[in-house]
């Protein structure tokens, strides 16, 4: 049988975290961009557009921030 130590799968699930959250909110920016962009403007709900956009800018926001402290390829700072 396999030993498999559950706290190492619970750590990566939570360090995963914003990873998903990025792919998700990046997923449904597109659909909504497509709709946005495409639809019949009378069919755009502006207060759902409003809703979508700053949770979105809100989860990013939380990203990037989870991101800084990341070393490696994802900074700011320029060579």
Known sequence: MFDVQFDKVTKLSKDFEPFRQLWITSSD?????????????????AEKVDKNVNESYKTIHKCVKVF???PGECSNSSS
Do not use: Q
């Open 68 to 70: 800084a402290g990341i």
């Open 29 to 45: 920016w597109l659909r909504w961009y497509e709709s946005w962009m495409n639809d019949a403007l009378v069919d755009v709900d």
